[in-house]
């Protein structure tokens, strides 16, 4: 894949891996609510819930439930889908293109891609913001550190043994 979007700095989050893992068994484990609910939500959270319609304009839900009972719905959009290799969507929106109504939440766009490397997958995550100041709000939520947990769950239940 040679169409990789380049990040703005002041406006994007990236967080790239390279793991010796197929990128089918990395695509699975973002395609399949019973493997997504296993490790999307860095522990001690987890994803008690989990809806995906892989399709442009399916609906992608995640219940994700705090250590306190605490919980967070997040419903997204799916944009743009090409197996194995990228997924991109939406917190802007939710099933059929429809628009969330404002809210202080934190709104980006997720493009996931997989490149094959080596024998394994170059893994890469790229959050666009609308502005700098929700770029900021995302990071300061411990972006790097969530996303990278989440990840080496993901890693840590496709691995083959």
């Known amino acids: 894949m040679t169409n990789i979007q380049q990040a703005d700095p002041a406006l994007d989050l990236v967080l790239e891996r390279t793991v010796d893992v197929p990128r089918e068994l990395i ?7 019973e493997l997504l609910k296993q490790w999307f939500t860095p522990a001690p959270w987890t994803t008690a819930e989990c809806e995906i319609d892989l399709r442009p304009g399916g609906k992608f839900r995640t219940l994700m439930r705090g250590p306190e009972g605490e919980e967070f719905d997040g419903v997204s959009c799916f944009l743009e889908i090409v197996p194995n290799q990228k997924l991109v969507w939406t917190s802007a929106l939710g099933e059929g293109y429809r628009p969330h109504p404002p809210s202080e939440g934190c709104t980006f766009t997720a493009i996931i891609t997989l490149e094959e490397h080596q024998g394994g997958t170059k893994y ?11 770029k900021n709000n995302h990071d300061g939520m411990g ?10 769950q993901l890693i840590a239940v496709v691995k083959p043994a």
């Open 27 to 33: 695509w699975e484990a973002w395609t399949k609510p």
């Open 124 to 134: 890469r995550v790229l959050l666009v913001h609308a502005d700098a100041e929700a």
């Open 143 to 152: 972006f790097q550190e969530g996303w990278g947990k989440a990840f080496d």
